[in-house]
């Protein structure tokens, strides 16, 4: 990837996260712990971005890959092909792997510009209900971490929410399947619209 592509990118990082609010979602309040939390919000909400940056150029490096040679014709060079398609693969798996990771490893929920992690779900239990911590990207949610039974909440300062929680054994399966069907829609229209400027960017090739 060439340096000035990187540039926007991190610029673009910056401003992002300069524009945005965190919202954390936690038990602990000390400092050290807050400045962690923090710490893993942002880092969780870098990789997302990442992965929406991937996935935006995916359809873009899937075509160009299938119709390169198509696509030199009529033209004095090859289209430039600014992210390689298993460079791009690549990257979005291990950027959803990192924020999967970190996600797991904490109890911790925070979002910035609606991506992050935060808490899906009100599947009333006998002490309380049931919901399922999942990655989110633009507020849809992609990938389940962990379900919870939530004794009780409590609004902090900040719009910050405190859970009284502990973690079920394994992922609430009926939950799960009922968020992914509920979204669904909103799926379909996300990969039309990136197959979509991925076409009306490179209609050329065909």
């Not at 289209?79 to 911790?108: Q, R, T, Y």
């Not at 991506?115 to 633009?138: E, F, H, P, Q, R």
């Not at 849809?140 to 971490?145: A, D, E, G, M």
Request: charged share 15%.
């Amino acid at each position: 990837m060439r340096l000035d592509y990187i540039f926007v990118i991190l610029l673009f990082v910056a401003l992002f996260y300069l524009l945005g609010r965190s919202r954390a979602n936690t038990h602990q309040t000390s400092v050290k712990q807050e400045t962690i939390n923090s710490f893993i919000t942002f880092i969780i909400f870098f990789c997302l971005l990442l992965v929406l940056l991937g996935s935006f150029f995916l359809p873009v490096s899937i075509i160009q890959t299938l119709y390169f040679e198509s696509c030199t014709i009529g033209y004095s060079k090859p289209p430039d092909l600014s992210i390689p398609l298993p460079a791009n693969v690549l990257g979005v798996i291990i950027a959803l792997a990192i924020s999967w990771f970190l996600a797991s490893k904490s109890e911790h929920m925070g979002m910035i510009n609606e991506m992050g992690t935060k808490l899906v779900g009100n599947d009333k239990s006998s002490s309380g209900y049931i919901a399922t911590k999942w990655l989110v990207l633009l507020f849809l949610p992609i990938i389940p971490i962990q379900s919870y039974e939530v004794f009780g909440e409590q609004q902090g300062a900040s719009e910050r929410v405190y859970y009284s929680m502990h973690p079920l054994p394994k992922l609430a399966r009926d939950q799960v399947l009922a968020t992914y069907r509920k979204f669904l829609v909103w799926y379909l229209i996300a990969v039309l619209l990136l197959v979509g400027f991925a076409l009306l960017g490179t209609w050329k090739c065909f």
